[in-house]
């Protein structure tokens, strides 16, 4: 499986030639001399939407070559790269796309750009290593510096595949010619008298809905005790897996973070895979906040969630800007805290959560950036540790209730909009009274206010 960059800097150049059009006449030259009987498929990022770190799409299914090397040419010829660098996320992708927990695997990526979407590609590399038949990723760096190449060839290292840097097209041609020629041929079926993983099991929501997978950002927790007694069987934190237990009947459990679960009596033979499908009653959240202003750059990590079941009153919270939880239907709260806001939230949404939907909700942060400056009469300009601004909500100063934030010198502040009541000192050794002015802040603006001393 190709996994392409379709991220906003493939646009660079080299050799005067935008990295993209290279890529593509490189890529679509390879495609027409791949062995008919090859099984292949192309899954690119980046290329629908910008700052969407879920823009990843499978555009060629896997299958023969001799079916899928038009499809894979045309493909690339449409990607119109604009977005970020989910490319751990999207390898992840691919593996699932060629059940890398059944059968030998390999995922080529081809990316100029290193992960822009808080994930760890040599962590998840080591877990789909652990998790698969045979699974190897092959990693061909696209003009890459030293540095961004040291950072996504462990996706390489940690899987026995090789890291290849390219700087044009000859040398990105060699690399793709390479790395499908270490692609795996199909290998003999496992015998008959023993399986290596005899157990397949993921989750719905409802009865009779499609089974939950990776993408859907779902932890579920799954164990199995052995029915006569027996210690219980720690299995892995995923929506849908296969693996391995000694035969026998056993009492298999899946549970989710917050309270959904489900529970069924199998039987697993050592020869014949046993297929489980639980189904967990469930509903699912997915929650987005949008900043209405695009220069304001946040992480996962600036942005919380606080989910209150409005019947039961039980809460949890999740630090991510985009929310997918698997919930216990009911009818919920959400509020959207920015905690680089100073605890003031952009709002909340009343969303009822039925079995086996998933509701969508957004919560649009209107955030403004503000710039306080301070000026002597004179026209000077007060900076760094000559001057303090504390603002309030409001048209006053006088009540600590109000208070929002304190900042020394010239750093921009985050603000929602409204009124605010300013307070600047001067530290600078002069005797000086404070100046009060009272700013209005109008949505996703880019402000600055400028305080003049007398």
């Known amino acids: 499986m190709f996994v392409f960059d379709g991220s906003g800097s493939m646009w660079g150049q080299i050799d005067g030639q935008a990295k993209i059009v290279t890529a593509r006449e490189t890529l679509a030259r390879v495609a027409t001399q791949l062995p008919p009987d090859l099984e292949v498929g192309l899954v690119a990022y980046g290329h629908n939407r910008k700052g969407d770190c879920n823009d990843i799409e499978t555009l060629v299914p896997i299958g023969p070559a001799a079916t899928r090397s038009g499809a894979l040419v045309s493909s690339v010829q449409s990607l119109n790269p604009k977005g970020k660098t989910p490319l751990t996320k999207a390898v992840r992708r691919a593996a699932d796309a060629l059940r890398f927990q059944e ?18 590609p040599c962590a998840v590399a080591s ?53 499908v020629a270490l692609a795996p041929a199909p290998g003999p079926a496992a015998p008959a008298a023993s399986l290596s993983k005899n157990l397949s099991v993921s989750v719905s929501l409802e009865e009779g809905a499609p089974a939950l997978t990776d993408a859907d950002g779902v932890r579920v927790f799954w164990t199995a005790v052995l029915e006569g007694g027996g210690e219980e069987i720690n299995l892995l934190a995923l929506p849908s897996f296969s693996a391995r237990l ?19 009596r199998i039987t697993v033979s050592d020869t014949e895979m046993t297929e489980v499908n639980l189904v967990l009653g469930a509903g699912q959240l997915d929650l987005a906040a949008i900043m209405a202003n695009q220069d304001i750059q946040l992480s996962d990590v600036d942005y919380r969630w606080d989910i209150e079941n409005r019947v039961t009153g039980e809460t949890f919270s999740a630090y991510t800007q985009n929310l997918v939880k698997v919930v216990p239907s009911g009818q919920y709260r959400a509020s959207l805290v920015i905690t680089r806001l100073d605890k003031m939230s952009p709002g909340s949404v009343d969303i009822d959560v039925v079995t086996g939907k998933t509701v969508q909700a957004e919560i649009i942060a209107a955030t403004s950036k503000v710039l306080f400056r301070a000026f002597n009469r004179d026209g000077s300009e007060l900076t760094t540790f000559d001057v303090r601004f ?27 909009p409204g009124r605010y009541a300013v307070r600047v000192e001067a530290w600078d050794k002069s005797k000086r009274d404070p100046v009060v002015e009272v700013v209005e802040v109008s949505p996703a603006a880019d402000l600055t206010v400028d305080l003049v001393f007398p």
Not at 252 to 257: G, H
Not at 398 to 413: K, L, Q, S, T, Y
């Open 390 to 416: 504390q603002i309030y909500k409001g048209d006053s100063t006088e009540n600590n209730d109000e208070f929002v934030a304190m900042r020394i010198g010239g750093d921009p502040i985050l603000l929602l």
């Open 127 to 179: 877990e789909l290593e652990a998790l698969g038949i045979d699974f190897t990723a092959h990693v061909i760096g696209f003009g890459l510096t030293a540095e961004e190449s040291g950072q996504v060839a462990c996706l390489a290292e940690n899987t026995g595949g090789l890291f290849l840097n390219a700087d044009d097209a000859a040398s990105l041609g060699e690399a793709l010619q390479q790395t």
């Open 246 to 264: 000694e035969p026998g009947a056993y009492q298999l459990t899946a549970r989710t973070d917050r309270g959904s679960s489900a529970s069924e």
């Open 103 to 120: 059968d030998k695997a390999t995922v080529i990526l081809i990316t100029d750009g290193i992960e822009t979407c808080e994930a760890d």
